[in-house]
């Protein structure tokens, strides 16, 4: 069965540093990784994913990730953090073994990012 | 987030009431979904549809009944809920269920509270 975690519930940086927000997953075949990120009152909004080719992916906002099949990790990363990215971030997962549809969310990261 | 549009975005109800919520999307994807969200747990898939049809039921409470009158449009039906069923409920859509590597795009969410 596929699962994906994020350890930890809220992360802190300060403005200008950089930004981890950690994500591991299991899958049985091959993942399909993505990050999404909640703004206050909002729904989730898509921020980048990884399907296959280079491990290193660029999204919105100035974020990136990178996919480590060795230690099964989707790491989202900012170089310079601003507090404007203060916000809820979900790792996200579907497994090629299974139907489209069977996304399998984290429980989700907070970064608190101080000025 | 003009693309998937929710209403009404705040809903106060009673157990004994019966309400509804609506989802539209306007990016002609094939494939909706309704997802609820309570604090500090990972989104929970409630149910599936691909071209109005319903693929997936997650172990929902018949509390709740979706419909899907066309592919643009998605409805959740309350009635006799629980306090605990209080929640953010968020819709999605993506182009086709059966292609695994697509992107979901999710409404505002309706924050739903039972008193």
């Known amino acids: 069965a596929q699962s994906v975690a994020q350890p930890e519930d809220q992360v802190n940086v300060a403005e200008g540093n950089p930004l981890t927000v950690k994500c591991t997953y299991s899958?049985?075949?091959?993942?399909?990784l993505f990050w999404y990120v909640q703004y206050p009152n909002r729904g989730l909004q898509f921020l980048l994913k990884?399907?296959?080719?280079?491990?290193l992916v660029k999204g919105s906002y100035g974020f990136e990730a990178e996919f480590n099949k060795s230690q099964t990790s989707f790491h989202l990363k900012k170089p310079s953090a601003l507090v404007s990215d203060s916000a809820l971030y979900f790792c996200?997962?579907?497994?090629?073994?299974?139907?489209?549809?069977?996304?399998?969310f984290g429980a989700g990261t907070r970064p608190f990012v101080k000025a | 987030e003009t693309g998937v549009t929710q209403t009404p975005r705040h809903l106060v109800m009673g157990m004994t009431n019966k309400k509804s919520l609506k989802c539209e999307q306007h990016?002609?994807?094939?494939?909706m979904y309704w997802y609820k969200q309570s604090a500090k747990k990972p989104l929970e898939l409630m149910f599936v549809?691909?071209?109005?049809?319903?693929?997936e039921n997650n172990s929902v409470p018949s509390r709740f009944s979706p419909e899907c009158p066309n592919s643009s449009h998605l409805f959740l039906h309350l009635h006799t809920l629980q306090p605990e069923d209080s929640a953010l409920y968020l819709c999605?859509?993506?182009?086709?269920?059966?292609?695994?590597?697509?992107?979901?795009?999710f409404g505002p969410g309706t924050r739903l509270t039972v008193l």
């Open positions: 999605a859509s993506s182009q086709a269920l059966s292609a695994n590597t697509d992107t979901q795009y």
């Open positions: 899958v049985s075949g091959n993942p399909y």
């Open positions: 990884y399907i296959t080719g280079d491990n």
């Open positions: 996200a997962v579907r497994d090629s073994n299974t139907g489209g549809f069977k996304t399998i």
């Open positions: 990016l002609g994807h094939n494939a």
């Open positions: 549809y691909s071209l109005e049809e319903r693929v």
